[in-house]
């Protein structure tokens, strides 16, 4: 009997639980020598988490970061409100060009805002120096954008600037932000840009919009936005190893409404790599064979594809490990079929730390807890490609 029972223990023994957030036990399906890094790493390229550099300085967390990702995306210091301000600090055109920013010949204007680059340059040499790379994210968007970028003299209260005053900022803020990445010591490690983000989601209070238009399938001022980081990248010799992205939601909903508009803007030179799929998900919707749709559509376009936001909220950890677990499998499938996917982020390190902490959306509930989701998303790459 004792013997018996010896054996029933050890039995019980090799199989890894752990007790979930939502207080369900869940088996550990995947090997235990699998990793996010070695498995979708090793096939997409890039597998990365969204971070803030205070977590890029806690050497503990980058130590996990490092041990699961190879690519990290700043969550909210990349974006032009971090760089700019909440109000202006101009220079003259003179001081600024002596601090090397590109100035355009049609600028017309007389002063520009400075451009705080100190955070980025802390992150660029941190993921430099532990192998990590970056996504630039974002350079145009309808939101996180200060409102005097828009107006006359950088006044919080001046008006609307015309279109064409309003691309030559444009130009100077795109070719200054990137030329002072790959000018760095350490901006090799940035492969790709989001440079527009969000357009077909634009609200009519949009600065962009006021400026230029309501929402349309061809967009000047978005081509020229890729215009000028095609020739930002490509005058540092970049042109084939640096990818620029249009990011957006709802990205299966919309997908013939984004493949017309990378068309029109890859019209004559191909300015545009692909699609950055931002997939905030729910197990509820959207499915996992109208997602595995949108992939194939934007697959048959030609386009390069970035997973680059990835969660998904459910009603338990169960329903988040089964939805999620389709979604993987379809991903990897679209991959295995031949499809340009090059990499996928996990937008936030746990479910403490994430903008949808309610939804519990992502693989871990804390940084060091793995959820049943993190192991179905193992099973499902295992399942497709061994």
Not at 113 to 132: E, H, M, R
Not at 348 to 355: E, F, K, P, Y
Request: glycine letters at 6%.
């Amino acid at each position: 009997m004792k013997k018996s029972l010896k054996h029933l223990l050890m039995a019980m023994l090799t199989i890894t639980i752990f007790i979930s957030s939502f207080g369900t036990i869940q088996v550990k399906a995947a090997t235990s020598d699998q990793t996010l890094l070695n498995t979708y790493g090793s096939k997409l390229g890039r597998v990365g988490t969204c971070v803030s550099l205070s977590q890029l300085q806690n050497s503990a967390t980058l130590s996990v970061i490092k041990q699961r990702y190879n690519s990290i995306t700043l969550e909210n210091e990349m974006k032009p409100d971090a760089l700019l301000g909440s109000s202006p600090t101009l220079l003259t055109v003179s001081q600024a060009k002596a601090l090397g920013y590109y100035i355009p010949s049609n600028y017309t204007e007389s002063t520009v805002p400075s451009i705080n680059f100190a955070t980025i340059d802390k992150v660029l040499q941190i993921c430099y120096n532990n192998g990590l790379g970056v996504r630039g994210h974002t350079l145009v968007w309808q939101s996180q954008t200060p409102s005097w970028l828009f107006n006359t003299n950088y006044s919080s209260s001046g008006n609307y600037v015309s279109s064409t005053v309003m691309d030559a900022r444009m130009e100077f803020y795109i070719k200054t932000v990137m030329n002072h990445v790959f000018s760095s010591k350490y901006g090799s490690v940035v492969y790709a840009w989001d440079v527009v983000n969000e357009y077909l989601h634009s609200p009519s209070t949009s600065g962009w919009v006021h400026i230029y238009g309501n929402v349309s399938d061809s967009p000047q001022f978005v081509k020229n936005a890729f215009r000028y980081a095609y020739e930002a990248k490509s005058s540092f010799g970049l042109t084939s190893k640096v990818s620029l992205f249009y990011n957006d939601y709802n990205e299966y909903m919309e997908s013939s409404d984004i493949i017309k508009m990378i068309n029109y803007i890859n019209s004559g030179t191909r300015y545009c790599s692909g699609i950055g799929c931002q997939s905030h998900l729910s197990s509820s919707f959207p499915s996992a064979a109208s997602y595995k749709l949108a992939l194939q559509a934007f697959v048959n376009a030609g386009l390069e594809i970035q997973i680059t936001e990835l969660d998904a909220g459910a009603n338990s950890e169960t329903e988040q490990a089964s939805y999620l677990y389709s979604i993987m499998k379809s991903i990897c499938e679209v991959k295995q079929a031949g499809g340009n996917i090059t990499g996928i982020t996990w937008w936030g390190l746990s479910d403490d730390l994430s903008w949808r902490q309610q939804d519990h959306p992502l693989l871990f509930s804390t940084l060091y807890a793995p959820k049943a989701s993190y192991y179905k998303t193992l099973d499902a790459f295992t399942d497709v490609f061994n």
